[in-house]
């Protein structure tokens, strides 16, 4: 992620992610699944370069 703030993903969060993708792909067609990847990946870039982006979730 170029000039931001680096991203820390918890264990939980890789092992959420992990198994959200592996669901979706038994689910969704490959195409869907790119398209999924890159926005994932613009909006970390976003969330990288402003933090204050988003709304700080109350979910624990």
Do not use: C, H
């Amino acid at each position: 992620m170029e000039n931001g703030y680096k991203i820390l993903w918890t264990d939980n969060a890789l092992y959420e992610l992990k198994e959200t993708y592996l669901y979706l792909e038994l689910n969704w067609t490959d195409k869907v699944l790119n398209r999924l990847s890159v926005e994932l990946d613009k909006t970390l870039k976003l969330l990288s370069q402003n933090p204050q982006l988003f709304q700080i979730s109350e979910y624990k």
